[in-house]
Nanobody, 127 residues
Framework: QGELVESGGGSVQAGGSLTLSCAAS????????MAWFRQAPGKEREGVAS???????TYTDSVKGRFTISRDNTKGSLYLQMNDLKPEDTATYYC?????????????????????WGQGNTVTVSS
């Protein structure tokens, strides 16, 4: 299987910014739906953003206008630019990918549709 490794997390004050990176290896990134999910302690995993194999992007309502998902297929990387961070954004963020999740599947941000997952990277936003 392929591998996804997240980086770029850390601690930031509310209103600040962070950029998460996901380095992919072992699979053709350009053909995959790529996504970011997050999970706070004691809470369910939720989809944050996705970018399809044809670069269509979707975002959960809570991050629209603040987060931007992008990909660099030549580098095999996925990014999440997070601006105007809020305490409720505090979570472990996971990079995910799947070749079969296309169209509405990619846009719907359902974790069960993704077969490749990173190890997670923690973001802590203080007030």
């Amino acid at each position: 299987q392929g591998e996804l490794v997240e980086s770029g997390g850390g601690s930031v004050q509310a209103g600040g910014s962070l950029t998460l990176s996901c380095a992919a290896s072992g699979f053709p990134v350009s053909r995959y739906c790529m996504a970011w999910f997050r999970q706070a302690p004691g809470k369910e995993r939720e989809g944050v953003a996705s970018i399809s194999s044809v670069n269509n992007t979707t975002y959960t309502d809570s991050v629209k206008g603040r987060f931007t998902i992008s990909r660099d297929n030549t580098k095999g990387s996925l990014y999440l630019q997070m601006n105007d961070l809020k305490p409720e954004d505090t979570a472990t963020y996971y990079c995910a990918a799947d070749a079969w999740c296309v169209g509405r599947c990619c846009a719907n941000l359902v974790g069960a549709n993704f077969r490749l997952w990173g190890q997670g990277n923690t973001v802590t936003v203080s007030s």
